[in-house]
C-alpha cells in the first residue's frame, strides 16, 4: 500500500457576494509556500443556506472557515463555543472545528492588534477612532481588552459611535466616548493613535477621510483598515506629517495567519501573503 495520502484538509470561506473576496489567494499561496496539503475554498453561501453550509463543513471535517457578511452574527447560532471577544462584539468571522465541536472567534480587531503590535504597544494609548461599523467595534473591543486608556469614537451617524462608546465602557475598563463627525475632524493633542475604520479610501486612491491633516503630529502612530489601495491617500498625507504608518494590508495578512493558528496549530508566513495580496492590487514593488 501506499503511504501517500489523497485527502487535503479542509478550509474556505462562506460569504455572498464572494467573488470579490481575495483572502483565498493569499490563503493558498501561504499553504504552497509551508508545503502544507490545505485548500482554501471560496463558498458563495446565501443567507438562507448557513445552517446546511456550517453542517456540511462540520460533516466534511473541515479544519475550520471565515465567514464574511452577511453571516459574521447569524453564524453564532450554529456554533458549540465563543470566545471572548468575538461574545461582546456581537459577531463571528472565524469559526474552527476541533473534534466536530465549532467555536467562534472574531478576528477583524485580532488582525488589526497584531499588526499595531509591530510598532507600538495598545496598553495605556488615547485613541481616535474614526468610523462606527463592524471593522471599528471590533477593533475599539480588541484595543479595549489589551489596556487602550480612552477610545473617541467619530462617526456621521452618532447614535452607531455611542452604542460602541456604551459597550466599551460596560464591558472592558477601557474609557470610551462618542461624538457625531462633522466637517474636517481635528485630531487632538493627547492622542497616540488615529485609525480610519471607515470604507473611505476602498478602492479609491483619492478618497480621504475629513480630517483636519494640518492636526496631525510627528510620531503619531495612524493606521487604515484599507486593504486596497495599500497606501491610501490618508496614510500619504500622514507620512508627509512624519506620522507612523500602518496599513489595512496588515491587519488582513494578520488575519490569516491568526485564522490558521485556529484551524491547524501552524504559524504562516506573512511575506508570503503579502505578496500574493499586492500582486492581486498591482503594486509596484
Ligand atoms: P460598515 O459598513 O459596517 O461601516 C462603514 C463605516 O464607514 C461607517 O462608520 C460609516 O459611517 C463610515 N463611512 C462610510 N462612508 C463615509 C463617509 N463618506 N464619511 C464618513 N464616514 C463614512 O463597514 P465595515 O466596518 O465592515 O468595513 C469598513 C472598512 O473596513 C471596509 O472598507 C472594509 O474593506 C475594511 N475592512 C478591512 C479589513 C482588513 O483586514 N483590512 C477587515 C474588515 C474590514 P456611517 O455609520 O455614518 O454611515
Known amino acids: 500500500m501506499s503511504s501517500q495520502s489523497f485527502l487535503s484538509v479542509l478550509t474556505g470561506s462562506f460569504s455572498t457576494p464572494s467573488a ?3 483572502t483565498v489567494a493569499m490563503m493558498e499561496a501561504a499553504y504552497r509556500h509551508a508545503g502544507l496539503d490545505v485548500r482554501y475554498i471560496n463558498c458563495d ?15 466534511m471535517e473541515w479544519a475550520g472557515f471565515n465567514c464574511s457578511m452577511p453571516h459574521k452574527a447569524a453564524v453564532i447560532d450554529f456554533l ?3 470566545e471572548k471577544s468575538a461574545k461582546i462584539i ?15 472567534y472574531n478576528t477583524d480587531g485580532k488582525g488589526f492588534l497584531a499588526s499595531l503590535k509591530e ?20 477593533i475599539a473591543v480588541e484595543l479595549a481588552l489589551a489596556g487602550a486608556k480612552h477610545i473617541r469614537i467619530i462617526n456621521r451617524d452618532k447614535a ?33 493613535i488615529i485609525i480610519n475604520a471607515t470604507s473611505i479610501g476602498l478602492g479609491n486612491a483619492e478618497a480621504i477621510p475629513p480630517v483636519d491633516l494640518e492636526t496631525l503630529k510627528k510620531g503619531q502612530i495612524v493606521a487604515d483598515v484599507i486593504p486596497n489601495p495599500p497606501v491610501t491617500r490618508f496614510l500619504q498625507e500622514a507620512k508627509k506629517r512624519e506620522c507612523i504608518t500602518l496599513t ?33 492590487f498591482g503594486v509596484k514593488k
Not at 495598545?122 to 471593522?135: H, N, Q, S, T, V
Not at 485564522?259 to 496549530?265: Q, R, S
Request: charged share 25%; hydrophobic share 45%; proline share 3%.
Open 90 to 104: 456581537g459577531a463571528v468571522n472565524c469559526v474552527a472545528i476541533r473534534k466536530g465541536k465549532l467555536t467562534g
Open 248 to 280: 489595512g494590508l496588515g491587519m488582513l495578512v494578520h488575519q490569516g495567519i491568526i485564522g490558521a493558528e485556529f484551524w491547524l496549530g501552524k504559524t504562516l508566513d506573512a511575506t508570503a501573503m503579502k505578496n500574493a495580496l499586492e500582486d492581486i
Open 160 to 192: 452607531k459611535a455611542e452604542k460602541i462608546a456604551d459597550l466599551i465602557e460596560d464591558k472592558t475598563h477601557t474609557k470610551a466616548s462618542a461624538h457625531v463627525w462633522k466637517g474636517n475632524a481635528s485630531v487632538p493633542d493627547d492622542v497616540d
Open 45 to 59: 453561501v446565501k443567507p438562507h443556506n448557513l445552517e446546511d453550509a456550517v453542517h456540511g463543513a462540520r460533516a
Open 20 to 22: 470579490d473576496n481575495p
Open 80 to 82: 458549540d463555543d465563543i
Open 119 to 138: 510598532v507600538a504597544e495598545p496598553e495605556g494609548k488615547k485613541i481616535l477612532l474614526l468610523g462606527a461599523g463592524g471593522a471599528a467595534r471590533a
